[in-house]
């Protein structure tokens, strides 16, 4: 039978990064117009894109070692800590290796099986794998609307 539930959570998270989605936005559209002052500009009560785009990532670099066999290792009080960034070079980064991460993280969860989607991820308190996989997509596509209405009220 295969895996099509994993492998339409991997393509999900594709499509949040590179397009193709039911919603028909994504991080690399609505990024790519961004550069560092923009990226870095503060709006009194809001994170920064920069931050937001830190934030998604953060979660995609906890949970990938984990896929390989690794460790959980996070804490969400960390996941809003971005380095600084200081040139448009820094900020490129950024969006390439979240881009990157990303597609990492769709193949890893392409590969899943099926039948260990209902498993305890790591321990029962943080769900199954099959909540986890579904909460980076739902918590990607919300950050995502974030950084549209920063877009919008920034401009």
Not at 38 to 65: D, S, W
Not at 95 to 103: A, K, P, R, T, V
Not at 106 to 120: I, N, T
């Amino acid at each position: 039978m295969g895996n099509p539930i994993a492998k339409n959570l991997a393509n999900q998270i594709r499509q949040v990064h590179t397009g193709g989605n039911w919603t028909a936005v994504n991080i690399k559209d609505t990024l790519a117009d961004v550069d560092l002052a923009l990226a870095l500009q503060e709006k009194e009560g809001y994170n920064t894109i920069a931050t937001l785009v830190f934030h998604i990532n953060y979660f995609y670099e906890v949970v990938i070692p984990v896929m390989k066999g690794g460790p959980l290792n996070g804490k969400d009080a960390l996941s809003f800590d971005h380095p600084p960034l200081n040139t448009e070079v820094e900020w490129q980064a950024m969006i390439q290796n979240s881009l990157q991460q990303g597609e990492t993280l769709a193949a890893l969860m392409e590969e899943f099986p099926d039948e260990k989607l209902g498993a305890d991820f790591v321990d029962p308190k943080y769900g199954t794998y099959y909540r986890n996989f579904s909460g980076l997509v739902e918590h990607t596509h919300y950050h995502l609307g974030q950084i549209v209405m920063l877009k919008k009220m920034l401009a």
